[in-house]
């Protein structure tokens, strides 16, 4: 696996590190969904760079996987006010 290939991967673990985090009624949303969706979209970008296939193909899932969930969140966020 290439550097890319771990910085996808590292990207997803991140992602979850900081949900584990920022969780609880206090947790800032707004931070929350641009703190996921950037990380999500780096770690695509990553996977692209990635010249294998099997860390690209997963580390576009995976953070494509936190990407929607940062899509729900702000979802979630507009719908609750």
């Known amino acids: 696996m290439?550097?890319?290939?771990?910085?996808s991967l590292l990207m997803v673990i991140l992602s979850v590190a900081f949900f584990f985090v920022?969780?609880?009624p206090e947790a800032d949303l707004?931070?929350?969904v641009y703190t996921f969706g950037g990380l999500s979209i780096?770690?695509?970008i990553f996977a692209l760079f990635s010249k294998k296939?099997?860390?690209a193909i997963t580390g576009t899932?995976?953070?494509g996987a936190v990407?929607?969930?940062a899509f729900f969140l702000l979802?979630?966020?507009?719908?609750g006010g």
Request: without cysteine.
């Open 53 to 55: 296939w099997i860390p």
């Open 61 to 63: 899932l995976l953070n």
């Open 2 to 7: 290439n550097k890319a290939g771990i910085l």
């Open 30 to 32: 707004t931070l929350a």
């Open 42 to 44: 780096l770690g695509i």
């Open 22 to 24: 920022m969780r609880g």
């Open 67 to 69: 990407l929607v969930f």
């Open 75 to 79: 979802l979630a966020k507009g719908i």
